[in-house]
């Protein structure tokens, strides 16, 4: 009886050092999921401008692809944005090289430039309420009739030359707030028809973007209260050396939003 017990002791003492060393050995250690590349396209609401120091093109350290870098496991590759860019010259001016089958996600700000809009805002803020209209009302034309194909055939690029990326179109900020009164010439009702006119920008380019399976990330909800007109503002002033584009707080806003977009697990 001796030896079978003591043969029952021995299996239990090696059964319970097994246990012990299985369950103080370290977890296998997982590799953390790799960065996504990242590139960044657009005019002047992606490349910064508004919050200086520039290099070339207008860009800065405030632009909201250079703010992201690092956050939701964006890397980023390349920040092509440049001031003054059009749907035409982002293609012309070399941005889409920037672009390459490694590409896992594309930001692109555009569209802006294209019809006008600056022209529209400063002749309200500075002119006679018949050269306000007659300007919104040519702009709100052309963002209809001119700017989806526009935006088409430089989607069509974007996606041809970046095959597997995903693409994240930013709209543009309503840029006044008329609950804080009139504004330079602009009175409320011309700020508020400016803020229509954002509205049937970005709505057209998220029309756009949908169909080319692009994802749209509108920032109108963080401008909101935050016009060039409100105590707090995320809009450089007119007289601002790049008047009404976001400030440090509107780029931050803009950052915000993309972060929040981008899902990375979805992605790979």
């Known amino acids: 009886m001796i030896r079978p017990l003591r043969a029952a002791r021995s299996a239990a003492l090696a059964l319970a050092t097994l246990g012990a060393l299985i369950v103080g050995a370290p977890a296998a250690v997982q590799a953390s999921p790799s960065p996504l590349t990242y590139d960044a396209l657009g005019d002047s609401y992606a490349s910064g401008y508004g919050v200086g120091p520039y290099t ?25 944005a440049c001031a003054g860019a059009t749907t035409t010259s ?21 569209g802006g430039n294209d019809i006008g809009w600056s022209s529209a805002v400063a002749a309200c ?16 034309g052309r963002v209809q009739s001119q700017l989806p194909a526009l935006l088409d055939s430089v989607y069509t690029q974007v996606a041809a030359h970046a095959p597997n990326a995903h693409v994240y179109v930013t709209g543009y900020p309503r840029l006044f707030s008329p609950e804080y009164g009139a504004y330079l010439g602009a009175s409320t009702a011309e700020q508020q028809s400016l803020n229509d006119g954002a509205d049937l920008l970005d709505s057209v380019i998220a029309a756009a973007a949908a169909r080319h399976g692009f994802s749209f ?51 790979r």
Request: charged share 15%; net charge negative; hydrophobic share 45%.
């Open 125 to 140: 803020l500075g002119g006679t309420d018949a050269q306000c209209a007659g300007a919104t009302a040519l702009v709100r």
């Open 90 to 110: 982002l293609v012309s001016g070399g941005q889409l090289d920037a672009l390459d089958a490694s590409t896992d996600v594309v930001t692109l700000t555009i």
């Open 217 to 267: 990330v509108d920032v109108r909800t963080r401008f909101d209260g935050h016009g060039v007109n409100s105590p707090e503002p995320f809009v450089t002033s007119p007289f601002d050396p790049a008047p009404l584009h976001p400030d440090a707080a509107g780029w931050a806003a803009y950052t915000s939003a993309v972060v929040a977009a981008v899902r990375p697990g979805q992605l």
């Open 56 to 80: 070339a093109c207008g860009r800065s350290a405030a632009a909201y692809a250079v703010q992201a870098n690092g956050r939701a496991r964006l890397a980023l590759d390349d920040l092509a």
